[in-house]
């Protein structure tokens, strides 16, 4: 665990380890990496965890792809440099598979797929946007389960990232009036018993890039997210 200094804990599960890399959960409410960040600034970062547990000298510590601070699930952290760099590179050619769970507002069909390219918004600082001049962004999803919330239709969608852009999911399903729950920054619904978005990064598949072998790993709703399904029906 790593503790906020505000008497509170927030857990990082490891749900895959081996001698060459490690699957974790991060939690909502946790930065993933420190980037140009340092010294105490009252935020829990995944990348101070996997140093106070699993000490080297690798750039972020071995993380190798990001979650944003508010969204959970499975990170992939590498444990030797060999793994890192190859690791990377599966990511960049995208041989990795990472499906997540997302609750947005709308009635959607049942199935969609969304290739818009996505840039940084020049007015709106730590904010993206769907821009002819980005870069290219490709996102598909399947619609599980119907909700009604306070008279608004919500689904509950499953999203096969094709892509990586920063706030992909985000910013695609707000290009298409269909923001997030709970997403403020992009105008999601606000649910005040609930302090994030209804995003959560549930699967993800590869070869190990060492090994050889498949590593397909899952990840459970937090229960936050879970109670809401269960507390609301079409």
């Keep these: 665990m790593v503790s906020t200094g505000k008497n509170e804990t927030k857990k990082v599960n490891i749900l895959f380890e081996d001698d060459y890399l490690l699957i974790v959960e991060k939690p909502a409410g946790m930065v993933t990496t420190r980037e140009m960040r340092t010294g105490d600034?009252?935020?829990?970062?995944?990348?101070?965890?996997?140093?106070?547990?699993?000490?080297?000298?690798?750039?972020?510590?071995?993380?190798?792809?990001r979650l944003d601070k508010e969204t959970s699930g499975l990170v992939v952290i590498a444990k030797t440099e060999d793994a890192r760099v190859l690791l990377?590179?599966?990511?960049?050619?995208?041989?990795?598979?990472?499906k997540y769970l997302a609750l947005v507002g709308?009635?959607?069909?049942?199935?969609?797929?969304?290739n818009m390219p996505i840039k940084r918004s020049k007015y709106y600082l730590g904010r993206f946007k769907v821009d002819v001049d980005g870069k290219n962004a490709v996102t598909e999803f399947v619609v599980l389960k119907k909700l009604k919330i306070d008279s608004k239709f919500f689904s509950l969608v499953e999203v096969n990232l094709k892509t990586g852009r920063t706030h992909q999911i985000r910013v695609h399903f707000s290009y298409l009036g269909w923001p997030l729950f709970g997403d403020r920054v992009y105008n999601g619904y606000n649910f005040p018993a609930l302090n994030r978005q209804f995003l959560h990064s549930a699967y993800i598949k590869f070869v190990?890039?060492?090994?050889?072998?498949?590593?397909?790993?899952k990840s459970s709703l937090p229960s936050e997210l879970q109670q809401i399904l269960d507390s609301h029906e079409a």
């Design 106 to 114: 709308g009635d959607l069909p049942k199935i969609g797929d969304m």
């Design 208 to 217: 190990h890039p060492i090994t050889g072998r498949e590593v397909e790993t």
């Design 88 to 98: 990377k590179d599966l990511f960049k050619q995208r041989k990795v598979t990472k």
């Design 41 to 65: 600034d009252g935020l829990q970062y995944l990348e101070d965890w996997v140093g106070q547990n699993f000490p080297n000298e690798m750039p972020r510590k071995g993380i190798v792809h």
